[in-house]
């Protein structure tokens, strides 16, 4: 199993910053849920050749399915400890 700590493919990687800098650390992503995304980007029109050349259009498609993709609950959300629990409860 690919260790989602530290993706070998490049298009998980990237998915993975995009992630992290667009939905700010409130997802945990997957392998599964990154060759998803990458499918769905494709489906799209998006190019994983132009993204790595620099096309803002092809990032935009990338952020607008990861962004659908966390809407409808297709992204696995970050645990979160203690939040909203009073302190002595």
Not at 37 to 46: D, E, M
Request: overall charge positive; charged content about 35%.
């Amino acid at each position: 199993m690919a260790d989602p700590k530290s993706p070998v493919r490049a298009d998980h990687r990237f998915i993975k910053k995009l992630v992290s800098s667009v939905l700010g650390g409130k997802v945990e992503i997957r392998p599964e849920e990154c060759d998803q995304a990458s499918r769905i980007f494709s489906t799209l029109g998006g190019s994983w050749e132009r993204i790595f050349k620099g096309s803002t259009s092809d990032i935009h498609i990338l952020k607008d399915v990861l962004k659908t993709m966390k809407k409808e609950g297709k992204l696995t959300d970050t645990p979160n400890w203690g939040v909203g629990k009073k302190k002595g409860t």
